[in-house]
């Protein structure tokens, strides 16, 4: 275990729909990040959010939005489903000293989207 | 912008033998280089780092890595392969934005390791 906690670990829905991810991040971790693992494009940066700012932000759909709530946990919300968003989510934490070089990210389990 | 390259999609080796898994980097500065490791249906596992000093890197489950500047690679070895050691493996390059400061991990496509009795 990772200390890392995603919900739900699989998730199936229909094109159009709206759904949510969510990720609680390890003890004392104020960094949270959304990666998103499909097999065409391997691993790609969506956001990241730093104690409930967005501080970075990658190949992230318009459709997709994420925050992060005072008590640290994320959403990441998908919206206007389509097939192609079909992967896997992962989400990552660290802790400040990680600008530093000192720590590394920690990926939860990942959750697992099947648009159909 | 920072980059690596993990030119096999997938690498066969018998238990016993010595693995290597390649990765070449592309980066501007000095180069903050990551391994991590996938098994089916969990969630990327780190394995070692590369920051500075020793070029040759020490990790989890026997693992390690060297480092090679003026090569520009960072290849994970391991001297004799375990058929548990059978997954996906990442090659990742830590990069900075210049306008925030803040920092995420770039990966390279990933590199199937097969490992047979």
């Known amino acids: 275990d990772s200390g890392v906690t995603q919900t739900p670990k699989h998730l199936i829905t229909a094109t159009g729909q709206r759904v949510t991810l969510r990720c609680s991040p390890r003890s004392g971790d104020l960094s949270v990040y959304w990666y998103q693992q499909s097999l065409d494009q391997g691993l790609q940066f969506l956001i990241q959010?730093?104690?409930?700012?967005?501080?970075a932000k990658g190949n992230i759909l318009e459709r997709f939005s994420a925050q992060q709530f005072p008590d640290l946990h994320s959403e990441l919300n998908l919206s206007s489903l389509e097939l192609g968003d079909s992967a896997l989510y992962f989400c990552?934490?660290?802790?400040?000293?990680?600008?530093?070089?000192?720590?590394?990210?920690?990926f939860g389990a990942g959750s697992r989207l099947t648009v159909l | 912008a920072q980059s690596v390259a993990q030119p096999e999609d997938q690498v066969n080796v018998a238990e016993g033998n010595p693995l290597t898994v390649k990765c070449t980097y592309s980066?501007?500065?000095?180069?903050?280089l990551f391994w991590y490791v996938q098994y089916p249906n969990r969630g990327l596992q780190f394995l070692l780092k590369?920051?500075?000093?020793?070029?040759l890197v020490k990790g989890s489950y026997g693992f390690e890595a060297e480092f090679n500047k003026s090569q520009t690679s960072f290849h994970l070895k391991k001297p004799s392969a375990l058929v548990s050691d059978s997954a996906l493996y990442f090659c990742?390059?830590?990069?900075?934005?210049?306008?925030?400061?803040?920092?995420?991990?770039?990966f390279g496509s990933g590199t199937r390791l097969l490992v047979r009795p």
């Open positions: 590369y920051i500075t000093g020793d070029n």
């Open positions: 980066v501007s500065g000095n180069p903050y």
């Open positions: 990742a390059v830590r990069e900075r934005s210049w306008m925030d400061s803040s920092y995420k991990l770039i």
């Open positions: 990552a934490s660290s802790s400040p000293s990680w600008d530093s070089g000192a720590n590394v990210l920690t």
């Open positions: 959010y730093y104690n409930g700012e967005e501080r």
